[in-house]
């Protein structure tokens, strides 16, 4: 049977890019600190939604890793190979599932595993972020049975499918996100739009309405430095919006194709190692992976990601990087 067969997809996903990151940093064996480094960049993994909820500093902890990884960096060329602390790693991740009695190892398996690693770094780092296996456990076992803590400390239930890893992707919150003070108010005019219009959820429809309305975000200048026609598109999505699926709601949430969007921003995000969500995440997703609303306004408009990353890096060097929207 194939090792891999063992893992959930999330989790696969994190062994793999465990083992990119072994080989940038040229090291002989794939350690632990490789694949906590790999989950903590799967932004949509359940590992990471459990860190949410216990009020981990996720970019913190990520510098801390990524800057052990870069002091123990090695000059080896070959395949690397699992250390005998991975295997024990893995090896308690499985006793985990068999004692949750699930089918399969995930990454909060894992998580929970790492917690218990023998490492000195990995111990500090846990106590560092006031976490441990038993809290990690407890909060993972309250997603899985669809609750949430509220402030109080007590718990609140959710509509999320017991065991189902959609229904954790969709306890994301715009309250999760380190975002941007213009990303902040792009999402805030995204759900006035919502509300004002009559729709069930915000889709990706709202947050460009709102890019083309806020003039000095970095999505805003990304287009205007690609010739995108932004007024011309305003009306043509006044019409759109009229067309969205609408009914009686009290308080928007996202649509399950949002959600998507920004996971894929909030991936990107961590990838060009930037410190909070920008507008200028979310638009590059829109125009890599249009979705079917955006497909006229975004698709067949000859915008293409290539040139739009470009655009964005343009901002970024522009007078000085990592400058505020």
Do not use: W
């Amino acid at each position: 049977m194939d090792f891999y067969n063992f893992f959930s997809f999330s989790a696969k996903k994190a062994i793999f890019r465990a083992s990119e990151i072994c080989a940038q940093f040229n090291n002989q064996y794939l350690q632990p600190e490789h694949i906590f480094y790999s989950i903590v960049n799967l932004r949509s993994s359940t590992a990471v939604q459990v860190m949410h909820e216990l009020n981990v500093n996720l970019p913190k902890l990520t510098y801390s890793l990524e800057a052990h990884l870069y002091e123990h960096s090695q000059d080896y060329k070959g395949s690397a190979s699992f250390s005998t602390r991975t295997l024990a790693l893995l090896d308690l991740a499985f006793k985990e599932v068999k004692r949750l009695h699930h089918d399969e190892i995930g990454t909060s398996h894992l998580l929970i595993a790492l917690s218990q690693e023998r490492s000195q770094f990995l111990r500090d780092l846990f106590e560092e972020h006031n976490i441990d296996h038993k809290k990690i456990r407890e909060m993972y076992s309250m997603f899985l049975r669809g609750e949430r803590p509220s402030r109080d400390g007590s718990k609140l239930s959710s509509s999320a499918k017991s065991g189902s890893s959609r229904g954790l992707t969709a306890h994301l919150r715009i309250s999760d996100l380190v975002m941007s003070a213009y990303c902040q108010k792009i999402f805030a005019r995204a759900a006035y739009i919502c509300f004002n219009s009559g729709s069930a959820h915000i889709e990706p429809l709202h947050l460009f309405y709102g890019m083309l309305r806020m003039l000095n975000c970095s999505a805003y200048r990304i287009l205007t430095e690609l010739g995108y026609d932004s007024e011309g598109t305003l009306a043509s999505l006044q019409e759109l919006l009229q067309e969205l699926p609408t009914e009686s709601v009290s308080q928007q949430g996202m649509s399950d194709t949002c959600l998507q969007l920004l996971d894929r921003a909030q991936e990107l995000q961590h990838q060009l190692r930037q410190r909070e969500l920008l507008t200028a995440h979310i638009l590059l997703e829109m125009i890599r992976e249009p979705s079917p609303d955006l497909q006229v306004l975004l698709g067949d408009s000859k915008l293409v990601f290539r040139d739009a990353l470009k655009a964005f890096l343009h901002y970024l060097l522009d007078d000085q990087y990592m400058k505020p929207e």
